[in-house]
Nanobody, 127 residues
């Protein structure tokens, strides 16, 4: 069974950067497309970025385009989310999720698409 563990969250000032990691165990990650989601207090979980099995294809929600970059290292069974130019509205719990796929495509940023989830890491952007 695939298990996902996020790390790298914390408190950062507006304009700062963080790099989140999602480490997988129990199954090779290269069978999965991967997504990053976030959930702010009182709001629904929002898909923000995804990456195909090989890493060749990515997709982002408009709110993070140009600021966030998703990448993966299948040899290390790890996916990353580099977050730059952070804003207070980026404050949320961030989750990684895995979608078992049969070809190299970036799946929709919809929670129901994904099969396995991590427990999340808190990101707080505040001065």
């Amino acid at each position: 069974q695939l298990q996902l563990v996020e790390s790298g969250g914390g408190l950062v000032q507006p304009g700062g950067s963080l790099r989140l990691s999602c480490a997988a165990s129990g199954f090779p990650l290269d069978y999965y497309a991967m997504g990053w989601f976030r959930q702010a207090p009182g709001k629904e979980r929002e898909g923000i970025a995804c990456i195909s099995q090989s890493g060749a294809r990515t997709n982002y929600v408009d709110a993070v385009k140009g600021r966030f970059t998703v990448s993966r290292d299948n040899a290390k069974n790890t996916v990353y989310l580099q977050m730059n130019s952070l804003k207070p509205e980026d404050t949320a719990v961030y989750f990684c999720a895995a979608d078992w796929v049969y070809n190299d495509y970036a799946p929709p940023l919809m929670a129901l698409e994904y099969d396995s989830w991590g427990q999340g890491t808190q990101v707080t952007v505040s001065s």
